[in-house]
Structure formats: structure tokens, C-alpha cells
């Protein structure tokens, strides 16, 4: 699979409003086998109870 050549709503509500609403990372990879998506976000301080 290769890589798109635009970014549709998908991947820029993921790129952008994780990244900066919620202060997390999105890492997509775009492999022959298909698309692979980590997701990283802190953790609030009351979530950890």
C-alpha cells in the first residue's frame, strides 16, 4: 500500500486535532500489508485512579 498522494478528513482530524487539542502523537504507516495507526495521549491526572 502506498501512501496517499492528499490527506482526506480522516487522517487530518487524527494528524491535527489529537496533535494539538489533545497534546498527543498519531504515527501512521502506510506498508504493503496495509495501514498501521499509533495513537499516543496523556493521560489526565483523574484518569489514572
Do not use: W, Y
Not at 23 to 39: E, P, Q, S, W, Y
Amino acid at each position: 500500500m502506498s501512501p496517499p498522494t492528499r490527506s482526506g478528513f480522516g487522517s487530518l482530524l487524527l494528524e491535527r486535532a489529537l496533535a494539538s487539542d489533545l497534546k498527543g502523537k498519531v504515527r501512521m504507516d502506510f506498508a504493503a500489508h496495509g495501514l498501521t495507526c499509533d495513537i499516543a495521549l496523556p493521560l489526565d491526572a483523574h484518569a489514572v485512579h
